[in-house]
Protein backbone atom coordinates (compact mmCIF):
# COMPACT_ATOMS: atom_id res chain seq x y z
CA UNK A 1 0.00 0.00 0.00
CA UNK A 2 1.57 3.37 -0.77
CA UNK A 3 1.71 5.97 1.89
CA UNK A 4 -0.91 8.79 1.61
CA UNK A 5 0.34 12.08 2.37
CA UNK A 6 -2.77 13.44 3.72
CA UNK A 7 -1.21 17.16 5.46
CA UNK A 8 -0.67 19.40 2.90
CA UNK A 9 2.94 20.98 4.04
CA UNK A 10 4.54 17.67 3.91
CA UNK A 11 3.10 17.27 0.67
CA UNK A 12 4.56 20.74 -0.60
CA UNK A 13 7.79 19.95 1.28
CA UNK A 14 8.49 16.55 -0.47
CA UNK A 15 7.49 18.34 -3.79
CA UNK A 16 10.20 21.61 -3.16
CA UNK A 17 12.77 18.24 -1.94
CA UNK A 18 12.12 17.32 -5.25
CA UNK A 19 12.87 20.29 -7.36
CA UNK A 20 15.80 21.18 -5.06
CA UNK A 21 18.11 18.18 -5.31
CA UNK A 22 17.09 17.83 -8.96
CA UNK A 23 18.11 20.13 -11.39
CA UNK A 24 15.25 21.45 -13.50
CA UNK A 25 17.03 19.89 -16.95
CA UNK A 26 17.59 16.57 -15.39
CA UNK A 27 14.15 15.06 -15.31
CA UNK A 28 14.60 11.88 -17.24
CA UNK A 29 11.40 11.96 -18.57
CA UNK A 30 12.13 15.61 -20.55
CA UNK A 31 12.66 16.21 -23.86
CA UNK A 32 13.46 19.23 -25.81
CA UNK A 33 12.49 20.10 -29.18
CA UNK A 34 14.52 21.79 -31.46
CA UNK A 35 13.65 23.28 -34.64
CA UNK A 36 16.34 22.47 -37.38
CA UNK A 37 16.84 22.15 -40.99
CA UNK A 38 16.97 18.84 -42.91
CA UNK A 39 19.99 17.18 -44.59
CA UNK A 40 23.48 17.47 -43.88
CA UNK A 41 22.62 21.06 -41.96
CA UNK A 42 20.08 19.07 -39.54
CA UNK A 43 22.76 16.08 -39.52
CA UNK A 44 25.27 18.20 -38.26
CA UNK A 45 23.30 20.24 -35.95
CA UNK A 46 22.33 16.80 -33.87
CA UNK A 47 25.69 15.25 -34.27
CA UNK A 48 27.90 18.70 -33.10
CA UNK A 49 24.91 19.97 -30.34
CA UNK A 50 22.37 17.42 -29.48
CA UNK A 51 24.59 14.37 -28.78
CA UNK A 52 26.92 16.08 -26.21
CA UNK A 53 24.08 17.67 -24.86
CA UNK A 54 22.43 14.64 -24.14
CA UNK A 55 24.92 13.12 -23.13
CA UNK A 56 25.55 15.81 -20.68
CA UNK A 57 22.43 16.08 -19.26
CA UNK A 58 20.14 12.75 -20.20
CA UNK A 59 17.65 14.37 -21.79
CA UNK A 60 16.95 13.60 -25.02
CA UNK A 61 16.51 16.16 -28.15
CA UNK A 62 13.86 15.76 -30.57
CA UNK A 63 14.36 17.64 -34.26
CA UNK A 64 11.59 19.30 -35.54
CA UNK A 65 12.89 19.34 -38.95
CA UNK A 66 11.96 22.23 -41.66
CA UNK A 67 13.02 25.33 -43.02
CA UNK A 68 13.51 29.03 -41.80
CA UNK A 69 10.72 29.93 -43.11
CA UNK A 70 8.62 26.57 -42.03
CA UNK A 71 10.07 27.11 -38.57
CA UNK A 72 8.82 30.52 -38.50
CA UNK A 73 5.10 29.80 -39.54
CA UNK A 74 4.80 26.68 -37.08
CA UNK A 75 6.05 29.24 -34.31
CA UNK A 76 3.38 32.07 -35.19
CA UNK A 77 0.85 29.38 -35.51
CA UNK A 78 1.95 28.03 -31.84
CA UNK A 79 2.37 31.39 -30.01
CA UNK A 80 0.42 30.79 -27.41
CA UNK A 81 1.05 27.39 -26.33
CA UNK A 82 4.76 26.96 -28.36
CA UNK A 83 6.07 22.98 -28.29
CA UNK A 84 9.25 24.15 -30.15
CA UNK A 85 11.68 25.31 -27.56
CA UNK A 86 14.73 26.12 -29.28
CA UNK A 87 14.90 27.23 -33.21
CA UNK A 88 17.90 27.55 -35.57
CA UNK A 89 16.87 30.04 -38.45
CA UNK A 90 19.19 31.91 -41.02
CA UNK A 91 20.04 35.61 -40.29
CA UNK A 92 17.06 37.69 -42.09
CA UNK A 93 13.89 34.93 -40.65
CA UNK A 94 15.42 35.77 -37.08
CA UNK A 95 14.36 39.07 -37.09
CA UNK A 96 11.12 38.61 -38.45
CA UNK A 97 10.59 36.10 -35.37
CA UNK A 98 11.72 38.69 -33.59
CA UNK A 99 9.01 41.27 -34.55
CA UNK A 100 6.96 38.16 -34.45
CA UNK A 101 7.01 38.12 -30.89
CA UNK A 102 8.15 34.37 -30.62
CA UNK A 103 11.81 34.93 -29.40
CA UNK A 104 12.91 35.12 -25.58
CA UNK A 105 15.50 37.02 -24.24
CA UNK A 106 18.62 35.47 -24.31
CA UNK A 107 20.27 36.16 -20.54
CA UNK A 108 24.13 35.65 -20.04
CA UNK A 109 23.20 34.26 -16.38
CA UNK A 110 22.38 31.13 -17.55
CA UNK A 111 23.72 30.99 -20.69
CA UNK A 112 27.35 32.03 -19.42
CA UNK A 113 29.07 30.96 -22.70
CA UNK A 114 27.55 33.95 -24.48
CA UNK A 115 29.92 35.78 -22.96
CA UNK A 116 32.64 33.67 -25.69
CA UNK A 117 30.79 34.92 -28.61
CA UNK A 118 31.85 37.39 -31.32
CA UNK A 119 29.88 40.77 -30.66
CA UNK A 120 28.86 40.76 -34.22
CA UNK A 121 27.01 37.28 -33.43
CA UNK A 122 24.88 38.93 -30.52
CA UNK A 123 21.56 40.17 -32.22
CA UNK A 124 19.89 43.02 -29.89
CA UNK A 125 17.47 45.29 -30.30
CA UNK A 126 17.62 47.94 -27.41
CA UNK A 127 18.10 45.59 -24.39
CA UNK A 128 16.79 42.47 -26.29
CA UNK A 129 19.70 40.03 -27.24
CA UNK A 130 16.82 38.07 -29.56
CA UNK A 131 19.46 35.63 -31.20
CA UNK A 132 23.15 34.34 -31.19
CA UNK A 133 25.24 33.61 -34.04
CA UNK A 134 25.79 29.69 -34.43
CA UNK A 135 28.11 29.68 -37.92
CA UNK A 136 28.61 32.28 -40.95
CA UNK A 137 28.75 31.07 -44.35
CA UNK A 138 28.81 33.05 -47.61
CA UNK A 139 27.44 33.22 -51.16
CA UNK A 140 30.53 32.81 -53.30
CA UNK A 141 31.38 32.76 -57.11
CA UNK A 142 30.91 29.20 -58.11
CA UNK A 143 32.18 27.34 -61.23
CA UNK A 144 33.25 24.31 -63.09
CA UNK A 145 36.90 23.92 -63.09
CA UNK A 146 36.20 21.35 -66.42
CA UNK A 147 34.73 24.08 -68.09
CA UNK A 148 36.24 26.92 -67.43
CA UNK A 149 40.58 27.01 -66.35
CA UNK A 150 41.11 30.64 -65.87
CA UNK A 151 39.91 31.45 -62.43
CA UNK A 152 37.28 34.08 -62.53
CA UNK A 153 38.17 37.47 -60.24
CA UNK A 154 34.98 39.43 -60.34
CA UNK A 155 31.33 39.22 -60.28
CA UNK A 156 31.16 40.88 -63.06
CA UNK A 157 32.93 38.02 -64.84
CA UNK A 158 29.44 36.85 -65.08
CA UNK A 159 28.53 38.73 -67.83
CA UNK A 160 31.10 37.77 -70.05
CA UNK A 161 29.49 36.36 -73.04
CA UNK A 162 31.05 32.87 -73.13
CA UNK A 163 29.13 32.01 -70.04
CA UNK A 164 25.75 32.61 -71.59
CA UNK A 165 23.31 30.46 -70.76
CA UNK A 166 25.21 28.42 -67.92
CA UNK A 167 24.48 31.03 -65.24
CA UNK A 168 23.03 30.27 -62.07
CA UNK A 169 21.79 32.66 -59.71
CA UNK A 170 19.47 33.01 -56.41
CA UNK A 171 16.04 33.85 -57.61
CA UNK A 172 14.11 35.91 -54.95
CA UNK A 173 12.18 32.89 -53.35
CA UNK A 174 15.56 32.06 -51.89
CA UNK A 175 16.53 33.62 -48.30
CA UNK A 176 19.76 34.74 -50.60
CA UNK A 177 17.66 36.22 -53.55
CA UNK A 178 16.59 39.76 -51.99
CA UNK A 179 20.59 40.54 -50.40
CA UNK A 180 22.16 38.86 -53.15
CA UNK A 181 20.15 41.91 -55.41
CA UNK A 182 21.49 44.49 -53.00
CA UNK A 183 25.14 42.81 -52.76
CA UNK A 184 25.31 43.32 -56.44
CA UNK A 185 23.98 46.79 -56.87
CA UNK A 186 26.95 47.48 -54.36
CA UNK A 187 29.27 45.49 -56.92
CA UNK A 188 27.80 47.60 -59.70
CA UNK A 189 27.71 50.70 -58.04
CA UNK A 190 24.12 50.83 -58.60
CA UNK A 191 21.93 53.38 -55.78
CA UNK A 192 20.16 50.63 -53.71
CA UNK A 193 17.20 53.25 -53.80
CA UNK A 194 16.68 53.34 -56.75
CA UNK A 195 17.60 49.13 -58.54
CA UNK A 196 16.19 49.94 -62.13
CA UNK A 197 19.72 49.78 -63.48
CA UNK A 198 20.64 46.61 -61.83
CA UNK A 199 17.45 45.14 -62.99
CA UNK A 200 18.10 45.24 -66.92
CA UNK A 201 22.29 44.13 -66.24
CA UNK A 202 20.17 40.94 -64.75
CA UNK A 203 17.81 41.09 -67.42
CA UNK A 204 20.65 41.09 -70.44
CA UNK A 205 22.22 38.15 -68.32
CA UNK A 206 21.56 34.87 -70.08
CA UNK A 207 21.23 32.26 -66.75
CA UNK A 208 20.41 28.67 -67.16
CA UNK A 209 18.16 28.96 -64.37
CA UNK A 210 17.38 31.30 -61.25
CA UNK A 211 17.92 28.51 -57.89
CA UNK A 212 14.88 28.53 -55.30
CA UNK A 213 17.12 26.34 -52.92
CA UNK A 214 20.41 25.08 -52.47
CA UNK A 215 19.99 21.67 -53.91
CA UNK A 216 18.81 23.05 -56.78
CA UNK A 217 22.29 25.28 -57.31
CA UNK A 218 24.37 21.84 -56.56
CA UNK A 219 22.28 19.76 -59.05
CA UNK A 220 22.89 22.50 -62.09
CA UNK A 221 26.62 22.47 -60.92
CA UNK A 222 26.95 18.90 -60.98
CA UNK A 223 24.64 18.02 -64.19
CA UNK A 224 26.66 21.34 -65.79
CA UNK A 225 23.91 22.81 -66.89
CA UNK A 226 25.17 25.72 -64.68
CA UNK A 227 28.93 26.30 -65.07
CA UNK A 228 29.42 29.65 -63.17
CA UNK A 229 27.31 31.36 -60.80
CA UNK A 230 26.52 31.88 -57.09
CA UNK A 231 26.11 29.12 -54.65
CA UNK A 232 26.08 28.68 -50.62
CA UNK A 233 29.52 28.04 -49.56
CA UNK A 234 28.31 25.22 -47.35
CA UNK A 235 26.45 23.40 -50.69
CA UNK A 236 29.70 24.45 -52.95
CA UNK A 237 32.07 22.49 -50.35
CA UNK A 238 30.03 19.37 -50.02
CA UNK A 239 30.18 19.18 -54.02
CA UNK A 240 33.54 19.46 -54.38
CA UNK A 241 34.63 17.02 -50.99
CA UNK A 242 32.35 14.85 -53.22
CA UNK A 243 34.64 14.98 -56.10
CA UNK A 244 32.58 17.27 -58.47
CA UNK A 245 35.10 19.87 -60.95
CA UNK A 246 33.82 22.61 -58.88
CA UNK A 247 35.66 25.25 -57.25
CA UNK A 248 34.26 28.03 -55.00
CA UNK A 249 35.94 31.84 -54.95
CA UNK A 250 35.42 34.80 -53.13
CA UNK A 251 36.15 37.49 -55.85
CA UNK A 252 37.82 40.63 -55.80
CA UNK A 253 34.59 42.44 -54.24
CA UNK A 254 34.10 39.75 -51.91
CA UNK A 255 30.74 37.92 -51.10
CA UNK A 256 27.96 37.86 -49.45
CA UNK A 257 27.46 36.56 -46.38
CA UNK A 258 24.99 35.39 -43.69
CA UNK A 259 24.60 33.38 -40.64
CA UNK A 260 22.45 30.67 -38.83
CA UNK A 261 21.92 32.25 -35.51
CA UNK A 262 20.14 30.05 -32.04
CA UNK A 263 16.80 31.66 -30.62
CA UNK A 264 15.18 30.61 -27.43
CA UNK A 265 11.60 29.98 -27.75
CA UNK A 266 9.27 32.40 -25.62
CA UNK A 267 7.00 30.01 -23.03
CA UNK A 268 8.55 26.93 -24.41
CA UNK A 269 7.81 24.13 -22.34
CA UNK A 270 11.70 23.38 -21.32
CA UNK A 271 12.90 26.74 -20.60
CA UNK A 272 15.79 26.23 -18.41
CA UNK A 273 16.91 22.90 -20.74
CA UNK A 274 16.22 25.38 -24.11
CA UNK A 275 19.30 27.82 -22.18
CA UNK A 276 21.65 24.44 -21.26
CA UNK A 277 20.72 23.42 -25.05
CA UNK A 278 22.10 26.67 -26.13
CA UNK A 279 24.94 27.25 -24.01
CA UNK A 280 26.04 23.60 -25.23
CA UNK A 281 25.87 25.03 -28.63
CA UNK A 282 27.89 27.99 -27.90
CA UNK A 283 30.96 26.45 -26.80
CA UNK A 284 34.26 25.62 -28.61
CA UNK A 285 33.82 22.01 -28.85
CA UNK A 286 30.50 22.79 -30.75
CA UNK A 287 31.54 25.56 -33.10
CA UNK A 288 34.46 23.42 -34.00
CA UNK A 289 32.36 20.59 -34.78
CA UNK A 290 30.23 22.50 -37.38
CA UNK A 291 33.38 24.10 -38.68
CA UNK A 292 34.82 20.75 -39.74
CA UNK A 293 31.31 19.33 -41.10
CA UNK A 294 29.60 22.46 -42.98
CA UNK A 295 32.77 24.70 -43.16
CA UNK A 296 30.41 27.37 -41.02
CA UNK A 297 32.55 30.09 -40.05
CA UNK A 298 32.55 29.99 -35.91
CA UNK A 299 30.80 32.96 -34.53
CA UNK A 300 32.51 31.27 -30.81
CA UNK A 301 35.90 33.43 -30.15
CA UNK A 302 38.97 31.58 -30.75
CA UNK A 303 37.94 27.97 -32.07
CA UNK A 304 40.88 26.61 -33.71
CA UNK A 305 40.30 24.23 -36.65
CA UNK A 306 42.68 22.05 -38.95
CA UNK A 307 43.80 23.75 -42.16
CA UNK A 308 41.95 22.25 -44.60
CA UNK A 309 38.91 23.50 -43.37
CA UNK A 310 40.32 26.74 -42.58
CA UNK A 311 40.63 27.40 -45.96
CA UNK A 312 37.02 26.22 -46.83
CA UNK A 313 35.86 28.59 -44.38
CA UNK A 314 33.41 31.31 -45.61
CA UNK A 315 35.80 33.89 -45.12
CA UNK A 316 38.69 31.49 -46.71
CA UNK A 317 42.52 31.68 -45.96
CA UNK A 318 43.86 34.55 -43.37
CA UNK A 319 40.15 36.49 -43.20
CA UNK A 320 37.82 36.87 -40.43
CA UNK A 321 34.65 37.74 -39.17
CA UNK A 322 35.41 40.89 -40.55
CA UNK A 323 35.98 40.37 -44.26
CA UNK A 324 32.42 38.95 -44.86
CA UNK A 325 29.75 41.42 -46.32
CA UNK A 326 27.37 41.02 -43.79
CA UNK A 327 23.85 43.46 -44.41
CA UNK A 328 21.62 44.89 -42.18
CA UNK A 329 18.75 42.42 -42.36
CA UNK A 330 15.98 45.08 -41.20
CA UNK A 331 17.01 47.33 -43.81
CA UNK A 332 16.61 43.99 -46.94
CA UNK A 333 13.34 42.94 -45.32
CA UNK A 334 11.69 46.04 -45.49
CA UNK A 335 12.24 46.11 -49.45
CA UNK A 336 11.37 42.59 -49.93
CA UNK A 337 8.18 42.82 -51.71
CA UNK A 338 9.17 45.62 -53.59
CA UNK A 339 12.33 43.50 -54.70
CA UNK A 340 10.28 40.55 -55.39
CA UNK A 341 7.92 42.42 -57.29
CA UNK A 342 10.25 44.14 -59.56
CA UNK A 343 12.53 41.24 -60.26
CA UNK A 344 9.21 39.47 -61.55
CA UNK A 345 8.37 42.55 -64.29
CA UNK A 346 12.18 43.63 -64.75
CA UNK A 347 14.04 40.38 -64.48
CA UNK A 348 12.17 36.93 -64.91
CA UNK A 349 9.11 39.04 -67.51
CA UNK A 350 12.04 40.35 -69.89
CA UNK A 351 13.62 36.82 -70.40
CA UNK B 1 -34.84 0.34 -43.34
CA UNK B 2 -33.00 2.85 -40.75
CA UNK B 3 -29.60 1.26 -40.88
CA UNK B 4 -29.87 1.78 -45.25
CA UNK B 5 -30.35 5.43 -44.41
CA UNK B 6 -27.95 5.61 -41.83
CA UNK B 7 -24.95 3.80 -43.69
CA UNK B 8 -24.62 6.40 -46.42
CA UNK B 9 -25.06 9.44 -43.80
CA UNK B 10 -22.48 8.16 -42.36
CA UNK B 11 -20.09 7.85 -45.08
CA UNK B 12 -21.17 11.32 -46.61
CA UNK B 13 -20.63 12.93 -42.76
CA UNK B 14 -17.21 11.35 -42.93
CA UNK B 15 -16.56 12.99 -46.50
CA UNK B 16 -18.09 16.18 -45.53
CA UNK B 17 -15.82 16.27 -42.33
CA UNK B 18 -12.73 15.82 -44.30
CA UNK B 19 -13.56 18.12 -46.91
CA UNK B 20 -14.58 20.73 -44.15
CA UNK B 21 -11.39 20.18 -41.85
CA UNK B 22 -8.77 20.13 -44.59
CA UNK B 23 -10.16 21.95 -47.17
CA UNK B 24 -12.88 24.56 -46.09
CA UNK B 25 -11.33 25.52 -42.53
CA UNK B 26 -7.89 26.49 -44.62
CA UNK B 27 -9.70 27.56 -47.29
CA UNK B 28 -11.88 30.61 -45.17
CA UNK B 29 -8.43 31.51 -43.85
CA UNK B 30 -6.63 32.04 -46.95
CA UNK B 31 -10.10 33.94 -48.05
CA UNK B 32 -10.44 35.89 -44.98
CA UNK B 33 -6.62 37.44 -45.67
CA UNK B 34 -7.14 37.95 -49.06
CA UNK B 35 -10.22 39.96 -47.94
CA UNK B 36 -8.57 42.07 -45.07
CA UNK B 37 -5.78 44.97 -44.51
CA UNK B 38 -2.73 43.29 -42.39
CA UNK B 39 -2.38 46.27 -40.50
CA UNK B 40 -5.69 46.15 -38.56
CA UNK B 41 -7.23 43.25 -39.90
CA UNK B 42 -9.86 45.73 -41.32
CA UNK B 43 -12.27 44.77 -44.75
CA UNK B 44 -10.25 45.87 -48.04
CA UNK B 45 -10.58 44.59 -51.94
CA UNK B 46 -7.27 46.31 -52.14
CA UNK B 47 -5.41 42.85 -52.49
CA UNK B 48 -7.76 41.73 -55.51
CA UNK B 49 -7.53 45.88 -57.14
CA UNK B 50 -3.51 44.63 -56.59
CA UNK B 51 -3.72 42.03 -58.53
CA UNK B 52 -6.50 42.51 -61.24
CA UNK B 53 -5.48 45.78 -62.47
CA UNK B 54 -1.95 44.90 -62.99
CA UNK B 55 -1.48 43.44 -66.25
CA UNK B 56 1.72 42.02 -65.61
CA UNK B 57 -0.96 39.17 -63.53
CA UNK B 58 -2.66 38.81 -66.36
CA UNK B 59 0.73 37.83 -68.25
CA UNK B 60 1.12 35.52 -65.97
CA UNK B 61 -2.51 34.20 -65.77
CA UNK B 62 -2.59 33.97 -69.73
CA UNK B 63 0.77 31.98 -69.45
CA UNK B 64 0.00 29.59 -66.71
CA UNK B 65 -3.71 28.68 -68.87
CA UNK B 66 -1.95 28.56 -71.78
CA UNK B 67 0.42 25.74 -70.12
CA UNK B 68 -2.58 23.85 -68.69
CA UNK B 69 -4.82 24.01 -72.03
CA UNK B 70 -2.03 22.70 -73.61
CA UNK B 71 -1.04 20.43 -71.30
CA UNK B 72 -4.47 19.07 -71.43
CA UNK B 73 -4.68 19.04 -75.66
CA UNK B 74 -1.36 17.00 -75.69
CA UNK B 75 -2.35 14.75 -73.09
CA UNK B 76 -5.26 14.05 -74.76
CA UNK B 77 -3.33 14.13 -78.11
CA UNK B 78 -1.08 11.57 -76.63
CA UNK B 79 -3.95 9.66 -74.25
CA UNK B 80 -6.92 8.58 -76.32
CA UNK B 81 -4.97 6.59 -78.76
CA UNK B 82 -3.40 4.88 -76.10
CA UNK B 83 -6.22 4.28 -73.91
CA UNK B 84 -8.04 2.98 -77.58
CA UNK B 85 -4.66 0.16 -78.46
CA UNK B 86 -4.98 -0.68 -74.56
CA UNK B 87 -8.49 -1.27 -74.43
CA UNK B 88 -9.58 -2.24 -78.35
CA UNK B 89 -6.04 -3.77 -79.77
CA UNK B 90 -4.56 -5.22 -76.77
CA UNK B 91 -6.06 -8.64 -76.48
CA UNK B 92 -3.22 -10.25 -74.63
CA UNK B 93 -4.58 -9.57 -70.80
CA UNK B 94 -1.06 -9.63 -69.34
CA UNK B 95 0.14 -7.07 -71.38
CA UNK B 96 -2.71 -5.27 -70.91
CA UNK B 97 -2.15 -5.59 -67.41
CA UNK B 98 1.56 -4.73 -68.01
CA UNK B 99 1.08 -1.78 -69.62
CA UNK B 100 -1.27 -0.04 -67.14
CA UNK B 101 1.16 -1.07 -64.53
CA UNK B 102 3.64 1.00 -66.23
CA UNK B 103 1.31 3.98 -66.97
CA UNK B 104 0.69 4.20 -62.98
CA UNK B 105 3.89 2.92 -61.54
CA UNK B 106 5.31 6.43 -61.69
CA UNK B 107 2.72 8.18 -60.23
CA UNK B 108 3.93 6.14 -57.04
CA UNK B 109 7.37 8.80 -57.08
CA UNK B 110 7.07 12.04 -56.01
CA UNK B 111 6.99 14.95 -58.64
CA UNK B 112 10.28 16.39 -57.16
CA UNK B 113 11.95 13.37 -57.69
CA UNK B 114 10.46 12.92 -61.78
CA UNK B 115 10.73 16.81 -62.36
CA UNK B 116 14.44 16.59 -61.35
CA UNK B 117 14.74 13.09 -63.56
CA UNK B 118 13.55 15.88 -66.53
CA UNK B 119 15.94 18.41 -65.56
CA UNK B 120 19.08 15.60 -65.86
CA UNK B 121 17.12 14.39 -69.36
CA UNK B 122 16.53 18.06 -70.97
CA UNK B 123 19.63 19.30 -69.36
CA UNK B 124 22.33 20.80 -71.97
CA UNK B 125 24.13 17.84 -71.49
CA UNK B 126 21.31 15.27 -71.03
CA UNK B 127 20.15 12.83 -72.81
CA UNK B 128 18.08 14.55 -75.37
CA UNK B 129 20.36 16.86 -76.53
CA UNK B 130 23.07 14.26 -76.74
CA UNK B 131 20.45 12.54 -78.74
CA UNK B 132 19.74 15.42 -80.74
CA UNK B 133 23.12 16.91 -81.90
CA UNK B 134 24.53 13.15 -81.88
CA UNK B 135 21.91 12.44 -84.40
CA UNK B 136 23.02 15.68 -86.69
CA UNK B 137 18.96 17.04 -86.10
CA UNK B 138 20.41 20.55 -84.31
CA UNK B 139 24.22 21.83 -84.23
CA UNK B 140 23.99 22.98 -80.78
CA UNK B 141 21.91 21.92 -77.63
CA UNK B 142 18.47 22.81 -77.45
CA UNK B 143 17.13 24.62 -74.86
CA UNK B 144 14.44 23.14 -73.09
CA UNK B 145 15.02 24.00 -69.27
CA UNK B 146 13.64 27.70 -68.95
CA UNK B 147 11.01 27.47 -71.28
CA UNK B 148 7.59 26.53 -72.03
CA UNK B 149 8.12 23.77 -73.87
CA UNK B 150 10.19 22.61 -70.96
CA UNK B 151 7.28 22.78 -68.32
CA UNK B 152 5.13 21.23 -71.06
CA UNK B 153 7.31 18.12 -71.71
CA UNK B 154 6.79 17.76 -67.68
CA UNK B 155 3.61 18.64 -67.17
CA UNK B 156 2.67 15.96 -69.90
CA UNK B 157 4.64 13.09 -68.66
CA UNK B 158 3.18 13.63 -65.01
CA UNK B 159 -0.41 13.84 -65.93
CA UNK B 160 -0.69 11.76 -68.98
CA UNK B 161 -1.83 8.55 -66.92
CA UNK B 162 -5.31 10.49 -65.69
CA UNK B 163 -6.47 11.13 -69.65
CA UNK B 164 -5.41 7.60 -70.39
CA UNK B 165 -6.95 5.97 -67.18
CA UNK B 166 -10.75 8.19 -67.85
CA UNK B 167 -10.88 7.91 -71.50
CA UNK B 168 -9.10 4.03 -71.16
CA UNK B 169 -12.43 3.49 -68.72
CA UNK B 170 -15.06 5.21 -70.95
CA UNK B 171 -13.81 3.23 -73.44
CA UNK B 172 -14.18 0.02 -72.50
CA UNK B 173 -18.09 0.75 -71.20
CA UNK B 174 -18.57 0.81 -74.96
CA UNK B 175 -20.17 -2.19 -76.62
CA UNK B 176 -18.04 -3.13 -79.57
CA UNK B 177 -21.14 -3.73 -81.12
CA UNK B 178 -22.11 -0.03 -81.82
CA UNK B 179 -18.80 0.37 -83.92
CA UNK B 180 -19.77 -2.96 -85.81
CA UNK B 181 -22.86 -1.92 -86.06
CA UNK B 182 -21.82 1.53 -87.95
CA UNK B 183 -19.26 -0.16 -90.41
CA UNK B 184 -22.07 -2.85 -91.35
CA UNK B 185 -24.45 0.39 -91.94
CA UNK B 186 -21.58 1.95 -94.82
CA UNK B 187 -19.66 4.32 -91.82
CA UNK B 188 -15.93 4.37 -92.79
CA UNK B 189 -13.73 3.77 -90.03
CA UNK B 190 -13.05 7.72 -89.61
CA UNK B 191 -17.30 8.65 -89.56
CA UNK B 192 -17.58 5.72 -86.92
CA UNK B 193 -15.13 6.93 -84.93
CA UNK B 194 -16.55 10.87 -84.90
CA UNK B 195 -20.14 9.85 -84.80
CA UNK B 196 -19.90 6.84 -82.64
CA UNK B 197 -16.96 6.24 -80.70
CA UNK B 198 -16.25 9.87 -80.11
CA UNK B 199 -19.65 11.21 -78.87
CA UNK B 200 -20.23 8.15 -76.41
CA UNK B 201 -16.56 8.26 -74.56
CA UNK B 202 -17.03 12.43 -74.65
CA UNK B 203 -17.76 12.18 -71.01
CA UNK B 204 -14.55 10.33 -69.65
CA UNK B 205 -12.44 12.74 -72.30
CA UNK B 206 -14.13 15.51 -70.15
CA UNK B 207 -13.37 14.29 -66.78
CA UNK B 208 -9.83 13.33 -67.79
CA UNK B 209 -9.76 16.91 -69.40
CA UNK B 210 -10.98 18.86 -66.48
CA UNK B 211 -8.51 16.70 -64.11
CA UNK B 212 -5.72 16.90 -65.94
CA UNK B 213 -6.29 21.02 -66.79
CA UNK B 214 -6.87 21.83 -62.81
CA UNK B 215 -4.05 19.60 -61.78
CA UNK B 216 -2.05 21.70 -64.34
CA UNK B 217 -2.96 25.03 -63.59
CA UNK B 218 -2.09 24.59 -59.76
CA UNK B 219 0.77 22.90 -60.24
CA UNK B 220 3.15 24.12 -58.41
CA UNK B 221 6.67 21.87 -58.35
CA UNK B 222 7.37 20.20 -62.11
CA UNK B 223 6.99 24.41 -63.49
CA UNK B 224 9.09 25.71 -60.56
CA UNK B 225 11.99 23.11 -61.25
CA UNK B 226 11.66 23.13 -65.21
CA UNK B 227 11.70 26.69 -65.69
CA UNK B 228 14.19 27.31 -63.74
CA UNK B 229 12.82 30.84 -62.31
CA UNK B 230 12.93 32.16 -65.79
CA UNK B 231 8.99 31.86 -66.31
CA UNK B 232 6.52 32.19 -63.74
CA UNK B 233 2.81 30.63 -63.35
CA UNK B 234 0.62 31.66 -60.83
CA UNK B 235 1.35 29.25 -58.17
CA UNK B 236 4.95 30.12 -58.20
CA UNK B 237 4.04 33.93 -57.61
CA UNK B 238 1.79 32.65 -54.59
CA UNK B 239 4.65 30.67 -53.10
CA UNK B 240 6.94 33.78 -53.66
CA UNK B 241 4.37 35.77 -51.36
CA UNK B 242 4.00 32.73 -48.89
CA UNK B 243 7.36 31.90 -48.34
CA UNK B 244 9.98 35.08 -49.10
CA UNK B 245 7.69 38.31 -48.96
CA UNK B 246 5.56 36.66 -45.68
CA UNK B 247 2.73 38.88 -47.53
CA UNK B 248 -0.24 36.29 -46.90
CA UNK B 249 -2.95 38.93 -47.49
CA UNK B 250 -1.68 39.48 -51.28
CA UNK B 251 -0.96 36.10 -51.93
CA UNK B 252 -3.92 35.23 -50.64
CA UNK B 253 -5.71 37.23 -53.29
CA UNK B 254 -3.64 35.15 -55.72
CA UNK B 255 -4.71 32.13 -54.72
CA UNK B 256 -8.40 33.12 -54.35
CA UNK B 257 -7.51 34.22 -58.51
CA UNK B 258 -6.46 31.20 -59.40
CA UNK B 259 -9.01 29.07 -57.93
CA UNK B 260 -12.23 31.22 -59.42
CA UNK B 261 -10.39 31.33 -63.16
CA UNK B 262 -10.19 27.64 -62.64
CA UNK B 263 -13.41 26.84 -61.48
CA UNK B 264 -14.37 29.16 -64.64
CA UNK B 265 -12.76 27.00 -67.45
CA UNK B 266 -14.02 23.96 -65.53
CA UNK B 267 -17.16 25.38 -65.64
CA UNK B 268 -17.21 26.24 -69.40
CA UNK B 269 -15.62 22.47 -69.99
CA UNK B 270 -19.02 20.96 -68.41
CA UNK B 271 -21.14 23.05 -70.70
CA UNK B 272 -19.40 21.60 -73.56
CA UNK B 273 -19.96 18.35 -72.24
CA UNK B 274 -23.30 19.01 -71.45
CA UNK B 275 -24.24 20.20 -75.12
CA UNK B 276 -22.58 17.47 -76.70
CA UNK B 277 -24.34 14.75 -74.43
CA UNK B 278 -27.53 15.98 -74.95
CA UNK B 279 -27.76 15.63 -78.20
CA UNK B 280 -29.74 12.73 -79.92
Not at chain 1, 321 to 341: E, G, M, P, Q, Y
Not at chain 2, 166 to 175: E, H, I, P, S, T
Amino acid sequence: MKPKITNPITGALLLAGCISTQPAWAAPQEKLTVALYGGNWGEAFLGCVAEPFTKATGIAVAAEVGTSTTTLAKLQQQKAKPTIDVAWMDGGISELAYAAGVLDDLDPASIPNLANVQDKALYRDADHLFAVGSGYYSLGLTYNTQEIKQAPTSWKDLWRPEYAGAITIPSPANSAGVPFVFFLADVWGVDPANLAPLYSKLAALDTALYFDSSGAASNAFQSGEAIIGAHFSVGAWDLIDKGAPIAFTLPSEGAWATDTRLHLIKNGPNNAAARRFIDTALTKEASACLASKLYLGPAVKDVTVADDVARKLPWGVGGSIDSLKLFDWSRINARRADVTNDWNRQVTGKQ
Amino acid sequence: MKRATAAPLLMLGAALAFFAAFFLAPFAVVIFASLTNSADQSFTLDHYIKVLADQYHWDVILVTFRIAALTTLVSLLLGYPLAWYLVRVVKWRAWRRACVILLVVPMFTSNIVRSFGWMVLLGRNGLVNQSLVGSGLVDSPVRFLGTELGILIGMVYILLPFIVLAAGNALAQVDPAYEQASSDLGASPRATFFHVLLPLTLPGIISGSIMVFTLAASAYVTPALLSGGRISVLSMLIFQQYSSVFDFNYGGALSVVLLIFTLIMVGLAGRVGNIRGDRP
